[in-house]
């Protein structure tokens, strides 16, 4: 305890600015506080080191985020903690390969306390954000991530925390494995994986690091984004957050679209959370979307660097037209298709099986779209994420694929026919599946290729259906 609190009995709350005696137990009860001589505010004769800092983070935004969003630094904190620097010099002398590189670790001010004071942690949940599992998994499973600010300010909420990490034996890797942990990266021999993919650019480049001793807290950095109109993004979120779906306000939902990453997340979850609860307005909100963005902003959803925003659009794009066929016509008439499919292919599983399950519900009332989706490289990415959900159990995405192929082959069944290696599959795998959900949807494609697209008396009488939308996910 002393090298944390020096010789000092009393220590001062940073939530409530009281001093209090120090508890026997403080390591539980303080785990998510900070002790006052593990971070300070710089003074000063620190203000080159303040400029540095601002600098290094400001010149990471830029290189790649939009310009149109302005980072504001708020305050930078010290962190001065004998403990995690002993285990990071610890670290260099066992982990083979010692150098270190500075990067950014995107999270809250509660978290980035608690970073200072214990350390970083590995995380319990493979989701993003526990809080919010909608936002999809994290990429590698596991791990503690970092990047350079664009890419960390998708993560947490207005802090980041500047960190020396050691690498180690990295793996470098261009599409995501969402099951991972430090168990199975020490198993292949790796500490560190390097994630770049050619197609998206350096924007997304991130390094996913799964043994807490290679990291060490720098600062404490808290930044807000200003809009184009330079009112901090906070004050439209706020408002969105306070809105009802019975009675939205479009206006407001509009200006966030086109506004910050974080202003067209709240809105794009907004809409998403009211196509999960199945409210009325739900589809007339997509509709209003679609109606009142050009049609060139609508698609560069499609193709805005923040992950998270593409899962959320994919996601309110599935929720909502779930309920409205109409709407599923309008969605592809206003949609780029070759975007859609681009996004099917995305190296992250968490985008890729989403936009599976938008051209899913599309498939199930625009005829004319099955035709496209019969060629080999679009086949075998549904392949590949069937397989993977059955790796992993996950049946909604199982689910999503079976009903999406089953769709196809109600009108495109000579082909589907003569796709053995699926039809095997499926057979081997899933047509005894013990759930009855998973039977019905692999029986239901070979029905489409048997019956040729043609329901005969029986099957309608004992309700069956040709066409199925994909199911409704979180």
Not at 71 to 85: D, F, T
Not at 162 to 185: A, F, N, R, W, Y
Not at 262 to 291: H, P, V, W
Not at 341 to 346: K, V
């Amino acid at each position: 305890m002393s090298e944390l609190i020096g010789t000092q009995q009393r220590i001062t709350c940073p939530e409530c600015r009281e001093s209090h005696p120090v508890p026997a137990n403080w390591t539980t009860d303080w785990f998510d506080r900070v002790l006052d001589d593990i971070t300070s505010d710089l003074k000063t004769n620190e203000n080159d080191i303040n400029q540095k800092i601002i600098k290094f983070v400001q010149e990471s935004y830029y290189r790649f985020g939009p310009q149109s969003d302005r980072l504001h630094i708020k305050s930078v904190e010290l962190v001065s903690n004998v403990r995690l620097k002993e285990a990071l010099e610890k670290c260099k002398s066992t982990i083979g390969k010692p150098e270190v590189v500075t990067l950014l670790h995107g999270t809250t001010r509660k978290a980035a306390l608690a970073i200072s004071g214990q350390g970083f942690r590995i995380p319990t949940s493979f989701d993003r954000d526990p809080t919010n599992p909608n936002e999809g998994e994290l990429k590698f499973g596991k791990a503690i991530y970092f990047a350079e600010a664009k890419k960390a300010t998708e993560y947490g909420k207005n802090t980041l925390v500047l960190t020396d990490c050691i690498l180690g034996s990295v793996q470098e890797k261009d599409e995501s494995e969402l099951k991972l942990t430090p168990e199975i990266m020490q198993r292949r021999g790796y500490n560190t994986i390097h994630y770049s993919n050619s197609e998206e650019g350096f924007v997304n480049q991130e390094w996913a690091i799964y043994k807490t001793e290679q990291c060490y807290p720098l600062c404490i950095i808290e930044y807000e984004f200003l809009d184009p109109s330079s009112a901090s993004e906070q004050e439209l979120v706020e408002k969105i957050n306070k809105m009802n779906h019975i009675n939205p306000d479009w206006n407001i939902l509009h200006k966030a679209l086109i506004g910050t990453d974080n202003q067209c997340k709240e809105a794009l979850r907004f809409i998403g959370d009211a196509g999960s609860k199945g409210t009325a307005q739900a589809s007339r909100l997509m509709y209003l979307l679609l109606q009142n963005l050009t049609k060139e902003q609508v698609n560069a959803l499609f193709k805005r660097p923040n992950e998270t925003i593409r899962i959320l659009f994919l996601r309110a794009l599935w929720q909502t037209g779930r309920r409205d066929h109409n709407l599923q016509s309008y969605i592809h008439n206003t949609l780029d298709w070759s975007l859609l499919c681009e996004s099917l292919h995305s190296s992250y599983a968490d985008v890729s099986w989403r936009a599976c399950g938008v051209i899913t519900n599309i498939a199930a009332i625009v005829a004319n779209v099955r035709p496209l989706l019969v060629s080999s490289d679009l086949l075998n990415q549904l392949m590949s994420l069937l397989k993977r959900a059955v790796q992993f159990t996950d049946k909604i995405c199982i689910l999503t694929v079976l009903n999406l192929l089953a769709n196809i082959a109600v009108t495109e069944h000579s082909i589907m026919k003569q796709k053995k290696d699926i039809l095997d599959y499926i057979n081997g795998h899933l047509l005894d599946h013990h759930d009855e959900e998973i039977q019905e949807a692999g029986n239901r494609l070979f029905c489409n290729i048997i019956g040729k697209g043609t329901i005969s008396p029986d099957w309608q009488r004992k309700g069956y259906v040709s066409t199925m939308m994909a199911p409704t996910i979180q």
